[in-house]
């Protein structure tokens, strides 16, 4: 899951960076409103975690020119405002939710799995496909009842594919969801993680049908059909 952080704090917006990487997430930082609205404008992002205060553009601003623009990216409104006159004017503005300045890791967290897990998202926690499961709250992956041990990125990378049961999927799509924005990601990289996935997934049970094939000149796709 690809999140993008819009906060002017550099040491904040850095925490938040490298916690939610700890948590398989794929995440891009942007430190001002302006940068920020651009990438939430034309990137593809599953969350927004949005600061009120910035520079150059603030963040009412951005939730607005977002849904005006048809973006409904969910966004999590960040703000050290406590009064509710100030909450009020966020979720008004186009917010899905607000977390108060300071705020515990753990909470901020729980409220992007709460966000996610809408209906509208579609994001469930439990995938399957076929006799693959894969768990994004635990970050547990099983096939046939067998555990399946696999890194970090190869967790998010068997995520978005499963998200995409029976669609195909190009390298750019890949390395754009799965990949922060500034990763140095070249499309044979996805070719090598997609190696390792089916050396996991697919090998091991040679009584199954492989479930991760490869589309020639279009890209790839998970799912049994």
């Given at each position: 899951?690809?999140?993008?952080?819009?906060?002017?704090?550099?040491?904040?917006?850095?925490?938040?960076?490298?916690?939610?990487?700890?948590?398989?997430?794929?995440?891009?930082?942007?430190y001002?409103?302006?940068?920020?609205?651009?990438?939430?404008s034309?990137?593809?992002?599953?969350l927004?975690?949005?600061?009120?205060?910035?520079?150059?553009?603030?963040?009412?601003?951005?939730?607005?020119?977002?849904?005006?623009?048809?973006?409904?990216?969910?966004?999590?409104?960040?703000?050290?405002?406590?009064?509710?006159?100030?909450?009020?004017?966020?979720?008004?503005?186009?917010?899905?939710?607000?977390?108060?300045?300071?705020?515990?890791?753990?909470?901020?967290?729980?409220?992007?799995?709460?966000?996610?897990?809408?209906?509208?998202?579609?994001?469930?926690?439990?995938?399957?496909?076929?006799?693959?499961?894969?768990?994004?709250?635990?970050?547990?992956?099983?096939?046939?009842?067998?555990?399946?041990?696999?890194?970090?990125?190869?967790?998010?990378?068997?995520?978005?594919?499963?998200?995409?049961g029976?669609?195909?999927?190009?390298?750019?799509?890949?390395?754009?969801?799965?990949?922060?924005?500034?990763?140095?990601?070249?499309?044979?990289?996805?070719?090598?993680?997609?190696?390792?996935?089916?050396?996991?997934?697919?090998l091991?049970?040679?009584?199954?049908?492989?479930?991760?094939?490869?589309?020639?000149?279009?890209?790839?796709?998970?799912?049994?059909?």
């Amino acid at each position: 899951m690809r999140i993008l952080v819009i906060e002017d704090e550099h040491r904040i917006a850095n925490s938040i960076k490298k916690g939610l990487e700890q948590e398989r997430y794929a995440v891009d930082v942007a430190y001002s409103g302006d940068k920020g609205f651009d990438l939430a404008s034309t990137e593809e992002y599953d969350l927004i975690i949005l600061d009120l205060m910035l520079p150059q553009m603030d963040g009412l601003k951005i939730c607005q020119e977002l849904r005006l623009k048809n973006i409904h990216t969910p966004i999590l409104i960040l703000t050290a405002k406590s009064q509710v006159q100030d909450k009020v004017e966020g979720l008004n503005s186009g917010a899905d939710d607000y977390l108060t300045k300071p705020f515990s890791f753990e909470e901020l967290v729980a409220r992007i799995r709460a966000l996610v897990r809408r209906p509208k998202n579609s994001l469930d926690s439990l995938l399957v496909v076929a006799d693959l499961k894969l768990d994004t709250i635990n970050f547990f992956t099983q096939r046939s009842g067998q555990e399946i041990k696999l890194s970090s990125k190869e967790f998010s990378l068997l995520e978005y594919l499963m998200r995409h049961g029976n669609q195909i999927l190009t390298k750019e799509q890949i390395i754009a969801h799965v990949w922060n924005y500034e990763a140095d990601i070249l499309p044979n990289t996805v070719e090598v993680y997609i190696r390792n996935l089916r050396r996991k997934i697919d090998l091991p049970f040679k009584n199954k049908k492989p479930l991760i094939q490869t589309i020639r000149g279009f890209g790839y796709k998970i799912g049994l059909g």
